[in-house]
């Protein structure tokens, strides 16, 4: 089918409805390619707020673990066998939380840059 200017308003309106379906149809292409970016763009900020939440967790729990032993260490002074049993106890839960921030985030599927700054990470230590 050519155009020409003397084309009867047939071959025009099939020529404009030819041209509108391909236009939606990269319109579609195109919104769906979009969609499926947020989507996966949604998923990574998902995994990285959820490793931020348990890293600022983990920072808090370690300034936890400093003030247990200070207390620990205040108690023994003192001689004081409750207080420093109280301050074991919460050393031992703030310990466990931050074990479970840690494993948090080891447990993640990260992009290889990520990935391998996790991988840098010391080991935990269980003394």
Known sequence: M???AD???KKRLILCLIVLSVISVVQVATASFLQYTLYRNSQTQQVLTKVATSQMLADMKH?????DVYQIIDAAK???AEAAKAARDSLAEDIDILNGAFAVVTSQTYS???AAQVA???PLKDD
Do not use: V, Y
Not at 63 to 67: A, E, K, M, R, T
């Open 2 to 4: 050519t155009f020409r």
């Open 7 to 9: 084309a009867s308003i």
């Open 63 to 67: 300034d936890g673990i400093q003030g």
């Open 78 to 80: 003192q001689n004081d």
């Open 112 to 114: 290889d840059k990520l």
């Open 120 to 122: 840098k990470s010391p």
